[in-house]
Structure formats: C-alpha cells, structure tokens
C-alpha cells in the first residue's frame, strides 16, 4: 500500500534495490528473454505473428511492407524499438535460421554470409503455414486474452500452437542470471515422440532419444556426439554438442582431390570462415591449403585447393575443425517459462508440457463448442415451434405492434427466441425448411454428445489429440537435414610437420651461422655456394619441408624451426640471429634433422656423453632449450642417431674403447657420464655408436680397415681401452662419422649429407 502524498517514509537502501532488481530480473526474464513452453516464444514474436494475424496477412493473402506490420506491433502490443521488432521478424522469416520458418518473406531478409536485411520499407511479409497452425483455433476462446499496455486492446497470454514450435525451431535468450538455448529439431521426429507418450505415458528419456535422437538445424551439418554424450544433455537439459561442417571429398584427374563444404555449422557466418580460413592461408599457419574459394549460389560450396595430393585429407580436416569454425559447440539450455516460472526441463518434461497445453487447448475448444451448439440447439427450436404453428405465428405478428411479449408467453420462449422468430426471413418459412431444421437439429445433438463424453473421459480426448498430431505430422514432417555420427576419435595433437608436404629439401649452414635451403637432395658442389665475404660451408644435411630443423650452439642450446619456414633459395639465406634469440657470441656449430622416434648420442670434446631421445631436441620456443650441460672448455664434439647397440671411442692419447651402449643414461638434459678414461691433456678425437656384427671402420685419410673382432678393445664405460693396431696410431677417426682425419684435433668439418 501506498503512503499518501507528502508522506516522508525511512527505507533500506539495501532492501529498496533488492526488491526493485528483482521486479527487474523477473521481468526481463518472463517477458523478454525466456521462451514459453508452450508455444516457444517470447512476447515480442508472439505480439508480431498476432499483429500479422490481425492484419489478414495469411499465406495465401497478399504481402504487406513490414514497416506497416512493424508499425501495428509497436503502436498497438509492444511499446520497443521499431528496429528491435523488426529484427525479430527478420529471424523469424530466414531459413537458415529458424527451422520452420514462421513469417515468409518477399525482398531482402538476410543471408548465410551475415549480411542484414534490407530496411523495413524495403521488404514485405506475411505469415506462413506453420505460422497459421501456431494460432489456429485463436477466436474459439482456447487461449486467455489480457489488456494491451494500454488498455485499448487484447492480446493473447499464449498461442494455441497446434504446431510445436519450441523444439522444432529451438530459442535462445539471455536474462538477468540465466539464460536459454535450445536448438531447432526435427518436427517429424518431435511428433512421433509425443504420440508415443501419449500412448507410453511412463516413457523415458532413454527411449524418446531413439525417436528424437538430436537436434536438426537449418543448415544441417554432422552432430559429432555418441549416445550416452546425448542422452545426458536431454536428461539434464544442460550441456553441449560438437557441430561439425559437411565436407566432401572431389577426386580429380591424374589422382589430385580437393575438400568442398556443402553444409556450415549453425549461426556460423560463410563470409567470416571464409575470411578466416584465408587468414590461416596467408599467415603461413594452414601451410596445407593453396586456396579457398567461395562458389556458392543457393546451395553453400565452399571449395579447399590443398597445395599437393600428398596431404593426407584427415589431417586437414583435423586442423581445420580445431581452428575454424567448421567445427563448433552448440550449447544446450532447455531452461523455459512454466506456469509463470523460469525451469530447466528434460525432453520428456518439454513434451508432456506442450502435451498438456494442448489438451487444455482442446478441452475449452469443446466447451467454447458445445457452448455454441447449445445456443443454436436453442434458436432452432425456436424456429421449430414458428413452422409447425406458422399460420398463428403470423396472426400474432399482423396483430400486435410488440408481438415479442405475446409469443413469449403463447409458446413458452425466451427474449432470444422470441426474437429469432421474428427475425426469420419470409422464404426461410418455406415447408422444405422444416425438415432441414429437424437434421441440422439431430447433427448439432450428435455433436454435442461426443463432445460432452470426450469432456467426460480423457481418454477420448488423448484420441483426438492423437489424430491432430497425426495430421499434423503429415502436414509439416520434412526429413533429417543434420547427420549423427558417433563419438569423434581421439582428438590429433597436430604440428605444423603434420601439415607440411613431405617435400625434399636440403639444409645449407655456413660458418658464421646463415641458414638457407634448396629444394632436392642433388649432391652439393662446395666450390659453387656462394657465401658473404669470409664466410664458408659448416654443414649441409638433407632433410624434408616438413621436417623441424634443429641449430645446436656451442652453449648446448637448441633452436628448432619447421624447414619449410626457412629461407629459400640460391642467395645468402639469413642468419639465425633473426630467426632466433641467439645470445650474442653464442655461434651454431651443429645441425640436424632430428626424429622424435629416435635416441641420440651425443659426445664431447671431453669425452662426456648420453643418449637423449629425438623429442628432447626439438625447441618450441624461439629463445630456445638449454638440452645440454659443458663443462669448463668443453664443447659438442658429436650428435648423431643411435646405429647400435655398442659405443667405440678414440681419444688423442691413440686409445680406442669399445663398450656397451646401455652403459649410458638416457637425459633430456644433462651432461651425461664419461666414455672413456682421459689423461689431463687429453681430448676425445671421436666417438660412435655401431652394430656389433658390423665392427668398426678406421680411418686415417689414406687407407681404412674394418675390425670386427673387437674383443682387444672392450671395456666398461669411463676405462682406458687398448692401442690403435699398427698404422693408425696418428690422426684415426671412424669412417662415416664426419670428423675429417685430418683436422680431427683440430676444429669441426660438417660437409656432409
């Protein structure tokens, strides 16, 4: 209750903004953002269809500007923004929006690719089928009415909603502290379920998930979900479901294929993942791709040219879904308006709701019938008594000035029959008229008792209702557009190497630390690669465009980069201090292509070594990984893969090792344990791994010599070994392992493939 005028009252500030945002919240929650159960629209999209309805927009009837339509929603039910109302309407009608469309319009409403409509002066609009269904039976009283805003007019609460529209074009809304999203669904599937509840009232969700077993959108697409992923979220009416775009694979001549994208995610815009998959293209992130191209007309066809038929398609497919939108998450809140209140529901909640709604509907469609059919019923016996008594019917007429009172009280009428007598027209007084009296008569009485035994018994009524959504689904049923696929495999960590075509390439390191490549794995000609000034060959390796190429300093760090992102061509190339954040003075001494499936084993000048796995050599980051420990003075004398299961060492002192390869740690990081005992002027000249029953290759730049009989040299790791045979005592290396015999003591030659 009000205080009267002038009065001063002391309040809670606190309390006053509590109650004042909570009138807020529910009022944006009942009357903005949530959805009804029972029809599945909010007030504005049920105050647009009534206002079309009003103005004889029906589909078969002439279109009219939507500014008129806009113009009536505004002045006469919802006192908004003419474009908000607009908007809403401009969803309702697009057909990559809604499921079933409700509004069909004529001019330019919108597309796929995000572009808006075309002002409301512009387009027209009217109502469609499914719109016509949703109001059908409107002026039989099935429905509450209540006062506009203004008090000048009635609209209704809710529709009758013959057509079940929540579910079958789905809603979204965001209110103060909760919001909704349900999906459009497939209206064929929506009205089996319900007549398989109307005969299985205790069905479960379980089993209306093999009948309605997942959304269907607009744009189709692929529902990549298993079924107990599903049977959850309609369980709970929370969650969310991956929505995959529809590609095929086109073959082309001389085995080259290419993707094309015929079916778009839900709500996702063509132009932006166009624009995005571009983006990948151009910022050499989506090196697989070599264009995309949009040429689609009323069908969606988006055409992906990979850069060569060697690309394995799953893996673009892979990287596509987790860095565009071809792949997205649809979420799901099935939280609605229920009997005035906001709540989450199960789909069986959903359905028995709509359910009940029409059985109320239907219910005070027969009473509103039955009502009429009795008023008739009355009239016509009215018109009975006239034709059998017509002769003193029309005495009493000819004599009395008001002859109402006078056959009221001669043949026992009331004022309403009474009247329909009187009003009854001279040729209806024909002799023929009688006997269709008396059938009009026996049809109404007929009707009136189905009518009342179906009021009397739910039964009959579920039967009729039943019969309805049989016609109904007859009338609107469509087939599935959205595919459902089981649960997706196992997500692929994908790398930038998975994505690479596998492309010959070979990588050329000068000494002072510039990187090029070359395409091929042609022998290289030294004498013909051209340096800057004094500098000269360190290393060439071959390797591949997908390969990740790693630099090694002499500080033991590592620097990896994708080899296809190196650069290429016949020039100087560029130094690794722009491609990485190399420490100034900290020079690259080694390069490789490492293979994450492989051990490697790594030695020093100091004769210290371990084996570390391919995996550990690769940096992520363009500062590096410090992967290995020197000591004082020493530095990387040898990395190369793991050939066998022994390790032979030869240091300065002309002493070689043979011991077993397990013998040595297996670090991502260290600086590993000694190979072979040194004196303290001593280094290790070199060091390899090889196959036992392969033996050893000696050489000293003039003559080799295999041993296989190693047995004079085994040892335990960190012992002494035994002399070199006789004439290999003075600058010995093993054959093939890089180091030049004769600068073996020296410093580092890598010109080798």
Known sequence: MNPPAGIILDASLRQELETRYLAYALSTIISRSLPDVRDGLKPVHRRILFAMRALNLDPGSAYKKSARVVGDVIGKFHPHG??????????????FAVRYPLVDGQGNFGNIDGDGAAAMRYTEARLTVAARAMMEDLNLDVVDFVATYDGSLEEPTVLPSRFPNLLANGSTGIAVGMSTSIPPHNVGEILDACLHLIREPEATVDRLLDIVPGPDFPTGGVVVADRAERLTIYETGRGSLRLRARILREELPRGAWRLVVTEIPYQVQKSRLIERIAELIVEHKCMFLEDVRDESDERVRIVLEPKSSRVDPEMVLAYLFKNTDLETRVTMNFNVIDQGRPKVMDLVSLLKAWL?????????????????????????AAHLIAHLNIDEVVAIIKEHDDPAPVLMARFELDRDQAEAILNLRLRALRRLEEMEIRKEMADKEARARELTAMLDDDRLMWVAIEGELARTRQEFADPRRTELAGAPPPEVILKPEDLTPREAVTVILSRLGWVRTVRGHEEIVTEKLRFKGEDSLLMAIKAHANDQITFITASGKAFSMLADRLPAGKGFGDPLTVLFNIEGGDAAIWVLAPDPEREYFVVTRQGQGYRVPGADLIASRRDGKQWLTLKPNDTLLHLHPVKGSEVAAISRGRKM????????PVLSRGQGVRIQYLLSDEVLMDAITFRPEEGVTLDTGKKQKTFTDLTLWRGRRATRGAMLPHGFLSGAVFA??????????????????
């Open 82 to 95: 003419d474009q908000a109302a607009y908007d809403a309407m401009v969803r309702l009608a697009q057909d």
């Open 657 to 664: 090792l043979v011991c077993p390869l397990a013998e040595f």
């Open 356 to 380: 009940t709604h029409r059985f109320q509907v239907h219910g005070r469609r027969a009473r509103y019938e039955l009502a009429r059919i009795g008023e008739r019923l009355h009239l016509l």
């Open 736 to 753: 093939g392992s890089g180091v030049s015999p004769w600068e073996a003591g020296k410093g580092y030659t890598r010109e080798m493939f």
